[in-house]
């Protein structure tokens, strides 16, 4: 059983910057794809970006592309999400997950696993 634990979320003033950490426990983590999710109050949980187990594909929602960055570090079993030019349309719970098929991403990712979300504020 796969767990992931978010950190980094906080309190940002629009135009700043947050790093969000995403720490995996349990089978081999470097096997799955992984991804990012955001939900806010009242909204759907959506697809912010997912990163294949090498690295090699990315996928970014369209609202954060050239702004945030997906990477992973599969020594440290972390995934990370680099938000830069936040505005207050990002704020949301932000969800790690996790998909068992190593290639997973986008619209195709499948999230097997969930992390418990950080919160995002961003105030204007």
């Known amino acids: 059983q796969v767990q992931l634990v978010e950190s980094g979320g906080g309190l940002v003033q629009a135009g700043g910057s947050l790093r969000l950490s995403c720490a995996a426990s349990g089978p081999p983590f470097s096997n799955y794809a992984l991804g990012w999710f955001r939900q806010a109050p009242g909204k759907d949980r959506d697809i912010v970006a997912t990163?294949?187990?090498?690295?090699?594909?990315?996928y970014y929602a369209d609202a954060v592309k050239g702004r945030f960055t997906i990477s992973r570090d599969n020594a440290k079993n972390t995934v990370y999400l680099q938000m830069n030019s936040l505005t207050p349309e990002d704020a949301a719970v932000y969800y790690c997950a996790a998909d068992r098929r190593s290639l997973g991403s986008g619209r195709d990712f499948r999230a097997d696993y969930w992390g418990q979300g950080t919160q995002v504020t961003v105030s204007s």
């Open positions: 990163i294949t187990w090498t690295s090699s594909v990315t």
